[in-house]
């Protein structure tokens, strides 16, 4: 950088620069006329710095870490198929949980396989999946147990067609995976199985996703204090709180208006054992996910992760509800 860059004068006299000889002597060096003088630039006026703001600045408001519009979207075409399979033709409605079980299984075998170097094997895990939601919807609990059984066994004769190396933490993997998805998802087509099935999964779902919406509204307004900060850092106990009230809200209406022989108070205790059972699958997945390092199981729903990102408290809860239904109104 040169002088001449901020307006320094070109080297030469004092007095053709500063002003006249009597301010005082001349430094020492060569002279320069006055027409140098001329064609040198005046120095910057630098403005003098603003003074730093006395009030602190006003906490920035939380904001969701997805596109929520897309999530919205999702959601939205998501219900829409949901709906439409339910109440136009039950065996299309099996159709939709047995696709949701296979994506979900592919999702979380594929997860472990790229983080840990399990291999559970998908082929047996989605044939025997989809033929517990078949065996569950046309023979209840006992078909959905003796498809359960003999996905495990395939699970264990199919990984012996490979090295023995990890065989035993495969087919664990495996059984498990078994165990998650697939015979979870079954209850949901036992629920459909009665006579009033479709409101029975109606309010099976309306409750989740409530209970969920209440947790993720509360907590994000209202939310201070953490509820399980190791597994999954933005739940907070007020959230939970806010679960509990919504689904409990959810519960009476649906058992009132929805379900034939429900009473309100049996949607009470409904809703307060979803919004519990919500609550623990939301966090059993998510101890999975920090297991592997992931934030989402898959990105196949914009907005939402994969599938297994949407499954993760309904799975848990199926069972819950379709035992307290059979308990208050019975089997239909």
């Known amino acids: 950088m040169n002088d001449s860059s901020w307006g ?69 075409g998501l219900g829409a198929v949901i709906i439409a399979s339910l109440f136009i ?68 004769v199919w990984r012996m067609t490979e090295s023995p190396e990890g065989y035993l933490k495969d087919v664990t993997a495996g059984i498990f995976a078994a165990f998650y998805v697939p015979f979870l998802a079954t209850f949901v087509a036992m629920m459909l199985a009665a006579d009033d099935g479709a409101q029975r999964v109606l309010t099976f779902l309306l409750l989740t996703v409530v209970s969920d919406t209440g947790a993720y509204a509360v907590g994000w307004r209202f939310g201070k204090h953490k ?9 907070t106990r007020e959230g ?21 022989g429900g009473t309100w108070w049996q949607g009470l205790v409904i809703g307060f054992v979803v919004a519990a059972s919500a609550t623990l699958g939301d966090l059993g997945e998510s101890m999975i996910k920090r297991d592997l390092g992931i934030k989402d199981m898959g990105t196949l729903l914009p907005g939402h992760g994969g599938i297994m990102d949407r499954l993760d408290s309904l799975l848990p809860t199926a069972p819950v509800v379709w035992l307290l239904l059979v308990i208050f109104v019975g089997t239909g």
């Open 8 to 76: 320094a004068p070109a080297r030469g006299g004092y007095a053709a620069a500063w002003g006249p000889s009597d301010q005082g002597p001349a430094p020492a060096g060569p002279a320069y006329d006055a027409q140098q003088a001329e064609q040198t630039r005046p120095m910057p006026i630098v403005p003098p710095e603003e003074p730093m703001p006395t009030q602190p600045t006003p906490p920035q408001k939380k904001r969701a870490g997805r596109n929520l519009r897309a999530a919205i979207g999702v959601g939205l």
């Open 227 to 235: 509820l399980a900060p190791r597994i999954s850092p933005g739940k």
């Open 240 to 260: 939970l709180g806010g679960a509990v009230a919504f689904a409990m809200a959810a519960g009476a209406l649906c058992m009132e208006f929805l379900v034939h």
């Open 89 to 156: 033709w039950k065996a299309a409605f099996v159709g939709v949980i047995t696709v949701a079980v296979v994506v979900g299984l592919w999702e979380l075998t594929s997860r472990l396989e790229e983080r840990k170097g399990i291999k559970a094997p998908l082929v047996p895990l989605a044939v025997g999946g989809a033929a517990m939601i078949v065996a569950g919807y046309v023979r209840g609990a006992e078909g959905a147990w003796v498809a359960m059984a003999l996905t495990a066994l395939a699970v264990l």
